[in-house]
């Protein structure tokens, strides 16, 4: 078992910056891949990033050049740097650890972007 926790949204005008982390605790040695999800009202809830236990990174085309997701193992925490927000941007923002195919999910973070 994994739990994780969220922090940093809030409420920022467009061209704004947020940085998001999610602490992992529990089961932490087994953690594969994590990554960044997001859902907007009325909508599904898509991939924004992932990222290897090596630091491999994968970027969805929507936030590509603008997010960033990083990793630092030695503190069990996945961070997502957000750069030039757009009001399109505005999700509630999920972190996620994968151990052997199996998601484990936060509570999400709310990220509103202002126009």
């Known amino acids: 078992q994994v739990q994780l926790v969220e922090s940093g949204g809030g409420l920022v005008q467009t061209g704004g910056s947020l940085r998001l982390s999610c602490a992992a605790s529990g089961s932490i040695f087994s953690i594969n891949d994590m990554g960044w999800y997001r859902q907007a009202p009325g909508k599904q809830r898509e991939l924004v990033a992932t990222i290897t236990r090596g630091g491999s990174t994968n970027h969805a085309d929507s936030v590509k050049g603008r997010f960033t997701i990083s990793r630092d193992n030695a503190k069990n925490t996945v961070y997502l740097q957000m750069n030039s927000l757009k009001p399109e941007d505005t999700a509630v923002y999920y972190c996620?650890?994968?151990?052997?195919?199996?998601?484990?999910w936060g509570q999400g973070t709310q990220v509103t972007v202002s126009a």
């Open positions: 996620a650890a994968v151990i052997f195919l199996t998601y484990y």
